[in-house]
């Protein structure tokens, strides 16, 4: 989950040779007991990492590719597959953009053109990613290669969190770029991982309206299953109030 | 030690009976503060002097003790109704309010009155300790007054366990499923009673620690449900106050 302190500074010397630990915290906005915590328990988090790079403008994934559990970060980027792209698109946007297909609305009624794609992450980026590059097998496979067992990996899943390092082993186990899954997860941005600016715009416009429309009925299928759920266990809760409160 | 345990148990238990008097003359779950009451009433009734006390006022023939038996299975049927309603336990609820729970409610009653008329009680003793000692005809119907006594409770919480287990594995909020967890705990407790007969005599002590162990895990497992809602009302009263009207 972190990256050896030793390593850390060894690498703050490259990049920032004279600054102060209290320097380091000012430019990149890190509290400074948090820093100190870390560097006292000799566990750096990656996103201070990510931090401190973007403060002294380098490439957090280059800068991650510094240390050993992230080595197949570095070289160029590699560009995202378009299920990637697609998954990085929220619901709401997506259904939005479906609505304006043209299976959805024959007669060209709405004019206007869907407002611009919010920015990745979303509320289901992570699953969706998981998802997107997933051929049926990936979550053994990550299983086998990191150690994690599967019902901890899923459990991250569903609570739209996954550490750097299954972000990444995960990538590799699905053979796509090793930075996709760190968009996914909102360590970094699109553009940190070398995605070009219009590319999630450019996938989504390249779906046919019968591709489009069946994703969409996924991810509602999906999110009507979690809104299910919370509506299930809130009136459990509710009639233990009732009874117990 | 024991006389810390009974009074210690005695004030929390009073303690809350008295604080759920405010919602208690609310109208709001009623049955709650009955259940505090009771089981104030019967722990009160099971330390020494008190009993003594009270048992001369109704006639010095132990007939209170009688009563204290009355008192928890008046407690504990509340308890599971109450716990079986909140968390949905429809099977669990049908075994204590349906036929088979009256039938099993009926024939313990009927067995320790029968009991306990047989017995030569005179003479006021907590726990009927002096009448056990009289001759040995005494001492086995005591035996089996205290045995019938155990098994309604005994019946209860059992029926209770397989809810409160699967309640602590739920996705419910957290205090919620510590309380069912104390519950748990303090129906294993009383299932446990049912093994007295087999403890040797020098294990009194094991005794005490095991009923008061039952009691007070129900008694801070039901406080701890309501302070969860009560915590609960805060975190959403903004909201509450939108949706009533």
């Not at chain 2, 009073?14 to 405010?22: D, N, Q």
């Not at chain 2, 699967?166 to 069912?180: F, T």
Request: charged share 15%.
């Amino acid at each position: 989950m972190t990256l050896p302190a030793k390593a850390f500074q060894r690498w703050l010397q490259g990049i920032a040779p004279d600054a102060s630990t209290a320097d380091v915290c000012r430019v990149s906005g890190i509290k400074r007991t948090t820093l100190a915590q870390q560097l006292v328990r000799g566990k750096i988090s990656v996103s201070t990492v990510v931090s401190i790079s973007r403060a002294y403008n380098i490439n957090p994934v280059a800068a991650l590719a510094d240390f050993e559990p992230y080595r197949e970060l570095a070289g160029p980027p590699r560009p995202p597959t378009r299920c990637e792209l697609v998954s990085q698109i929220s619901t709401p946007d997506l259904l939005r953009s479906l609505l304006a297909r043209q299976a959805m609305d024959p007669a060209r009624r709405s004019r206007e053109k869907p407002a611009a794609l919010s920015p990745a992450p979303h509320a289901t980026s992570v699953k969706n990613w998981v998802d997107a590059i997933d051929d049926g097998e990936v979550r053994h496979r990550v299983s086998a290669a990191t150690g994690v067992a599967p019902q901890n990996y899923s459990a991250q899943l569903t609570a739209n969190r996954l550490s750097p390092e299954l972000a990444v082993a995960t990538a590799l186990a699905a053979g796509v770029g090793p930075a996709g899954g760190l968009v996914a997860t909102g360590l970094i941005t699109e553009e940190e991982a070398g995605w070009p600016p219009d590319a999630r715009q450019a996938a989504l416009d390249s779906m046919s309206d019968g591709d489009l429309t069946a994703l969409a009925g996924d991810r509602l299928q999906a999110l009507g299953k979690v809104l299910r759920r919370q509506e299930h266990d809130q009136a459990q809760t509710e009639k233990i109030w009732e009874n117990l409160g | 030690m024991i006389a810390i345990l009974q009074w210690t148990t005695l004030a929390v238990c009073g303690l809350i009976a008295v604080a759920r008097i405010p919602s208690a003359l609310r109208g709001k779950n009623r049955s709650l503060f009955y259940i505090f009451a009771l089981m104030t009433l019967a722990i009160l009734l099971s330390i020494e002097a008190p009993y003594v006390a009270i048992d001369q006022a109704l006639g010095g023939s132990n007939i209170a003790n009688l009563l204290l038996r009355f008192v928890i299975f008046a407690a504990i049927y509340f308890v599971g109704v109450r716990v079986t309603k909140g968390f949905g336990a429809e099977g669990a609820y049908r075994l204590i309010t349906g036929r088979a729970g009256m039938a099993v409610l009926l024939l313990i009653s009927l067995a320790m009155v029968a009991v306990f008329f047989m017995m030569d009680t005179a003479g006021s003793s907590a726990g009927l300790v002096g009448p056990a000692r009289k001759d040995s005809r005494n001492g086995v119907l005591v035996e089996y007054y205290g045995a019938a006594g155990r098994a309604y409770p005994s019946y209860v919480s059992l029926v209770l366990l397989p809810a409160m287990v699967r309640a602590v594995g739920s996705r419910l909020p957290g205090l919620v499923r510590v309380a069912a967890g104390l519950l748990a705990v303090g129906g294993i407790a009383i299932a446990l009673t049912l093994l007295f007969p087999v403890i040797p005599r020098d294990w009194a002590a094991v005794e005490f620690v095991v009923n008061y162990t039952a009691v007070l895990c129900f008694v801070i497992g039901l406080a701890l449900i309501w302070a969860a809602r009560v915590k609960n009302g805060r975190t959403a009263g903004g909201r509450e106050t939108y949706t009533e009207k």
